[in-house]
C-alpha cells in the first residue's frame, strides 16, 4: 500500500509541533475574577470553589498587587454586600462595596490594573434575582434597565476601565450606552455577556455570591441551552446597541456557540470559564483522576473555537506556566 500523505511528518518532535502549532494560550488573554467583601482583614476561601477567596478591600490590595507581579493585569470585580433588600439598592451606592473596592485598587495601583466590573442586580437583591420583580414575581424588563443604568454608572464614576452586564435584559447594552454616554463616560467600554445560558455550571458561583434565585430559576431571561441561533440573535442585537466585546458564558458546554458567533462578529469576543467549569476540573484533578495538562487543554478548546479572551478562575496558577 502507497500512503502518500502522512500528517504524523510534523508531529514527529516539539519544535515542528510548535512551528505548525495553530492556537496558542497567552496570559493576555486571560481574565481573573475576583470576589469583594466588606469588612477588614478578610481572605476565606470560597469552599465551592477551591484556591478562590472572599476578600476584603484590604485584603484585595494585597491580593492584586500579587497578581500583578505574576503579570495578571485584567480583573473582573463581584461585590458581596452585606445588605440585600428587594431593589438591590447597594448595587448602586456610591460607597456600596464595589464602588469603594475599585476606588481603592485605582488609587492603589492607577492604570496597572484593568478593571471590568460584572453589571447585575442579583448579588444585591434580597430574592436573588437579577432584575426587579413584579408582583407575581416576574422579572420586569424595562424597569431594570434604569437600575442596571444607575449601576454602571456608578461603577464608571468609581473608576471601572469596563462594564459588563451578565443580566439578560432585552435592551440593556443600548440603556447603559446611552446612560453612560450622557455622563461623560463615552469611552468606557461594555462587554456584553451576550449569550448567557441558564445552567448549572453557576452553582459553585451563585454559593460564593450568595446569589442563588431564593425561588424559581432564571430561565425567564437566560437562554434555554437548546438553543443556539437564539444566540446569533442575542449576540447581533448587543452589537447594534453598541457592546464593544461580546461573550458567550458558560464555555465549555458551548464551544460550538463561540464558534457561531465568532463567524459574524465584528468585535472580540470573550468566554467564561465559569465556576462548575473551574471546579470540577479542580477537583478531578486534585483527586489525581486526571494530570493537570486537562486546564491548559480544555482552555486551549475555547480559544480554538474562536474567544479572544477568556475569563477564568484559573489565570493565577497559570500565570509563569504560559
Ligand atoms: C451574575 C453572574 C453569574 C455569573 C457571573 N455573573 C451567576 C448567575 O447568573 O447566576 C456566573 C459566574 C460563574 O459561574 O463563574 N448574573
Ligand atoms: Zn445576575
Known sequence: MQITRRPRRLRKNEIVRKMVRETKLNLEDLVYPLFVVEGEKIKNEISSMPGNYHFSIDMLLQEVDLLIGLGIDKIMLFGIPDDKDPV???????????????????????????????????????????????????????????????????H????????????????????????????????????????????????????????????????????????????????????????DIIMVKPALSYLDIICKIKEISEVPVAAYNVSGEYSMLKMAVEKGLMNED????TLLSMKRAGADIIITYFAKELAGKI
Request: glycine share 10%.
Open 88 to 154: 438591590g439598592t447597594q448595587g448602586y451606592a456610591e460607597d456600596g462595596i464595589i464602588q469603594e473596592g475599585v476606588k481603592s485598587l485605582k488609587e492603589t495601583f492607577g492604570d496597572k490594573i484593568y478593571i471590568i466590573t460584572d453589571v447585575c442586580m442579583c448579588e444585591y437583591t434580597s430574592h436573588g434575582h437579577c432584575g426587579i420583580l413584579d408582583c407575581k414575581g416576574y422579572v420586569q424588563n424595562d424597569i431594570t434597565l434604569e437600575y442596571l443604568g444607575k449601576t454602571a454608572l456608578s
Open 294 to 297: 486537562v486546564i491548559l487543554e
Open 156 to 243: 464608571a464614576k468609581a473608576g471601572a476601565d469596563m462594564v459588563a452586564p451578565s443580566d439578560m435584559m432585552d435592551g440593556r447594552v443600548g440603556y447603559i450606552r446611552q446612560v453612560l454616554d450622557a455622563n461623560g463616560f463615552e469611552n468606557v467600554p461594555i462587554m456584553a455577556y451576550s449569550a448567557k445560558y441558564s445552567s448549572a455550571y453557576y452553582g459553585p458561583f451563585r454559593e460564593a455570591a450568595g446569589s442563588a434565585p431564593s425561588f424559581g430559576d432564571r430561565k425567564s431571561y437566560q437562554m434555554d441551552p437548546a438553543n443556539s441561533r437564539e444566540a446569533i440573535l442575542e449576540a447581533a442585537l448587543d452589537m447594534e446597541e453598541g457592546a
